[in-house]
């Protein structure tokens, strides 16, 4: 087995744009070296730890994230992610799955993205938060539910993981710790992320350092601190037994 020296993926402190090639390599049981940077405090939320490390590294474009493999050295997150796969053999069987892999890739980027306008760009909040998971948010579910129905399969792709599953799962957990929707028009997506949390290589790695890493960085109107499942408010599905909702949790 390779030592932690072999690879270093650097990131900041959060889960972010990283938490996905992260997943792929606790679930592969690859040992690395998780090299964290942290911003300073607010106002400045200064990046200096970084910055120190950026033009130091021997990357071609300096970036978080960075991966270094032994001599590679590479920058960009999607980039990393498909290294990884094609490197531990979860890029699809031939070349028509490894194209619907790096699609999906693609568009849970987007999904990401859209997400990142609300966490970090948003004048009013409140109102950009709304219109994303009134508007933006489903459609983007409906698509993501219409195609795990129409494959049919466990997972994206088939009935084992690919590189695509460990960053659909990732961003559509960015999205249900925002969304105070139930989810329940969506049960492939619940069952997929279910089953994506018990995976025996995963659940304790789940519950655990990656739980408690927030998804954004602090300077974010949300996410820039840990927001755990358990007390995040979900309207619960309209039963006539249904309790008064919890109270909803402090975050960023
Ligand atoms: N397209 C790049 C974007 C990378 C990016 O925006 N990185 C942010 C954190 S998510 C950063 O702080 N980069 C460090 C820098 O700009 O020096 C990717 O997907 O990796």
């Given amino acids: 087995m ?13 889960r972010g744009f990283a938490e996905p090639s992260r997943l792929l390599l ?4 690859t040992p690395f070296t ?21 033009n130091s590294l021997g990357l071609d474009f300096p970036n978080l994230p960075y991966l270094i493999d032994g001599s590679l050295k ?15 053999k979860l890029m699809g069987n031939d ?44 459609i983007h579910l409906k698509l993501f539910e219409d195609f795990l129905v129409r494959r049919g399969k466990k997972w994206l792709i088939s009935d084992t993981l690919t590189a695509a599953d460990f960053q659909l799962f990732e961003y559509l957990d960015h999205c249900w710790l925002l969304s105070n929707d ?9 069952a997929y992320m279910k089953a994506f949390r018990e995976l025996p290589e995963l659940k304790k790695y789940l519950e655990g ?8 960085g602090k300077m974010a109107k949300f996410g820039g601190v840990a927001v755990q499942h ?23």
């Fill in 2 to 14: 390779a030592s932690k020296d072999q690879i270093t993926l650097g990131y900041w402190n959060i």
């Fill in 95 to 138: 070349e028509a799955e490894t194209s619907i892999i790096e699609l999906l890739i693609d568009q849970s980027n987007d999904l990401r993205q859209e997400l990142n306008n609300v966490c970090y760009r948003a004048i009013n909040f409140e109102a950009v938060k709304k219109k994303f998971c009134d508007e933006t948010l489903p």
């Fill in 34 to 54: 998780n090299k964290l940077y942290s911003f300073g405090d607010a106002p400045d939320f200064k990046r200096e730890e970084w910055l120190k490390d950026k």
């Fill in 74 to 88: 590479i920058s960009q997150a999607k980039t990393i992610l498909t290294h990884l796969g094609r490197k531990f």
């Fill in 26 to 29: 606790h679930y592969t049981k």
């Fill in 230 to 252: 358990e007390t995040i408010k979900k309207e619960p599905p309209k039963t006539e037994e249904s309790e008064p909702a919890p109270a909803p949790a402090e975050t960023a």
């Fill in 182 to 190: 139930d989810w329940a028009e969506y049960p492939k997506i619940l």
């Fill in 209 to 216: 350092e990656h739980a408690k890493r927030p998804i954004n």
